[in-house]
């Protein structure tokens, strides 16, 4: 099926300067009459897969760099969540469940196997419940600050963005959400260069474009009666069947959001992980030292290739 490219509202000049920075082609795979935007890059024959999965207010941007650094080893698949990045609008508000059943739906489509996951923020729930979901796809896992577990405390610079009113005209209307990202996920740097701040916002240009990054913030469940507990409780739960999966876990020790507590509850299901500490670095890792990102996947993977 031949689908038309979707479009950031309104549409971005393909001569910006963040364009650049995202020299991929773009992919589209149709789930329940909207398109996914994906990126696909590398050879389609190599051996194993590496599928980048983000977070919230991110999209495949972030993965860039991992991208271009990686792609001549390995085949390499970014989705965008529904709604964010260059994927369509959300048909509704979405939950976890449904980025997993869609993750499961573009992963079956390409029938991708020997995959790698690379994860960062929700992207850490999402791709591990589809891990869980399709093992037999998978072989190993990568995890950049994230979580996979019924949340014990939920930051106050959370709490206030998930308001019915307020917190949905901070996010949706002044884009305060996506706009504080691109200093609070940071500890080493003050600031990203122009061209990556403009990156990250491009996609989030308008109250429609982001209602995904509101329903994200929405959907951090604070009790049993919310329908994502169930989902984290779920993953959690079986948390211990992947330990037999060679990990790698690089943290950011700055992050004031999925911080070194988050870090200890992975390391305790999963004693033989490889860990990475990044002690001056905040939540966005793949920013605040892109260096050290690159250097400890591709050791990581070049050591697990056999």
Not at 26 to 45: A, K, V
């Amino acid at each position: 099926m031949s689908l038309q490219p979707t479009t950031i509202d309104p549409p971005a000049a393909s001569a910006a300067p963040w364009r650049a920075l995202y020299p991929f082609e773009s992919r589209w795979f149709l789930t329940d009459g909207r398109r996914l935007h994906y990126l696909d890059e590398g050879p389609r024959d190599a051996e194993r897969t590496l599928l980048f999965v983000h977070g919230n207010p991110t999209w495949s941007f972030h993965w860039r760099r991992l991208i271009q650094s990686l792609r001549s080893e390995y085949r390499c698949i970014a989705p965008d969540h529904m709604g964010c990045g260059l994927s369509d609008l959300q048909p509704r508000p979405l939950r976890l469940a449904d980025h997993i059943a869609n993750l499961r739906k573009l992963l079956e489509s390409l029938d991708l196997q020997r995959v790698t996951l690379v994860a960062q923020d929700w992207g850490g729930a999402i791709g591990l419940g589809t891990l869980l979901a399709e093992r037999e796809r998978f072989e190993r896992i990568v995890l950049f600050n994230t979580g996979a577990f019924r949340p014990w405390f939920i930051p106050w610079r959370i709490r206030a963005c998930r308001g019915k009113v307020l917190g949905r005209l901070m996010l949706q209307g002044a884009n305060a959400f996506s706009r504080a990202a691109l200093t609070m996920t940071l500890a080493r740097h003050s600031s990203l260069e122009p061209e990556v701040r403009a990156g990250y916002l491009a996609p989030y240009n308008s109250w429609r474009r982001r209602a995904a990054v509101y329903q994200f913030v929405r959907d951090i469940p604070s009790n049993d009666r919310h329908p994502t507990w169930q989902t984290l409780e779920g993953i959690e739960r079986k948390l211990p069947q992947m330990a037999d999966l060679p990990t790698l876990l690089v943290w950011g020790e700055q992050d004031w959001c999925f911080n070194t507590q988050c870090l200890t509850r992975f390391v305790e299901e999963w004693p033989d992980a490889d860990v990475v500490r990044l002690p001056d670095v905040g939540h966005w890792v793949v920013e605040d030292a892109p260096e050290e990102a690159e250097r400890a996947v591709r050791r990581f993977l070049h050591r697990t290739d056999a």
